[in-house]
């Protein structure tokens, strides 16, 4: 079936503006994951829900971000008054956790937000 | 696409060579560990996983071993291929229940032909 999808691909904002970044999970997985990952660097973790529970938010860098999976599917990522530095590629993963051998996520294509 | 990898540690390999890739974690209470590798403008594809409690696990071409007493991970590639090329990070698991993964810092790898 179908992977990760994320939209849209790229995003330019001026900073000040709110975004609204979307992850289609792969369906039926229960796991989904946002993380957000600078030039040069490895992703860093931002969120996790399990279905439509947001179960750990600790990876937010500030409360001007905020996600949301209301019906254990679709996850929107939002970034109030964007600034300069959540200028990113924002990856969101999702995972089935029925395969109690593997913790493997799987990624979508991420979207590249920059902040002019 | 943009490039994952710009000042990242980047080595690079002889088509057909075997190449090595290594990572230090951070967490000695870490369950699992996974390699995963990263091209230009797509998002992180699985190349293989171990758990804790092993040392060894093989692959199609690649192995990875795990030295839990000094927090080691590397990636071995067999008989490197052009489209190994690629940025390669490592991550762990902390055993914190929401399965999270934290990445390593990344090596590009450069497969010369």
């Known amino acids: 079936g179908a992977g990760v999808s994320q939209s849209p691909r790229y995003k330019v904002a001026k900073r000040g503006q709110d975004v609204a970044l979307r992850c289609d999970p792969i369906s039926g997985h229960v796991s989904l994951f946002w993380y957000q990952q600078a030039l040069g660097q490895g992703p860093e973790f931002l969120t996790y829900f399990q279905n439509e529970a947001q179960l750990d938010k600790s990876g937010l860098p500030s409360d001007r971000f905020f996600a949301e999976r209301p019906e254990g599917s679709v996850s929107t990522l939002k970034i109030q008054r964007t600034q300069q530095e959540d200028s990113a590629v924002y990856l969101c993963?999702?995972?089935?956790?029925?395969?109690?051998?593997?913790?493997?996520?799987?990624f979508g294509p991420g979207t590249r937000l920059t902040v002019t | 696409g943009e490039s994952v990898g710009l000042h990242l540690p980047t080595l690079s390999v002889q088509e057909g060579d075997n190449s090595i890739i290594n990572c230090a974690y951070s967490?000695?209470?870490?369950?699992?560990f996974i390699w995963y590798k990263q091209e230009s403008g797509k998002g992180p594809q699985f190349i293989i996983d171990i758990r804790s409690n092993m040392d060894k696990r093989q692959g199609q071409r690649v192995t990875v071993l795990l030295n839990k007493t000094v927090k080691h991970l590397s990636l071995q590639i067999a008989a490197t291929q052009p489209g190994d090329s690629a940025v390669y990070f490592c991550?762990?698991?902390?055993?914190?229940?929401?399965?999270?993964?934290?990445f390593g810092t990344g090596t590009r790898l450069k497969v010369l032909a």
């Open positions: 967490n000695s209470a870490s369950d699992y």
């Open positions: 991550a762990e698991i902390p055993f914190s229940g929401t399965y999270k993964y934290i």
């Open positions: 993963a999702s995972s089935s956790r029925r395969q109690e051998s593997s913790y493997e996520q799987y």
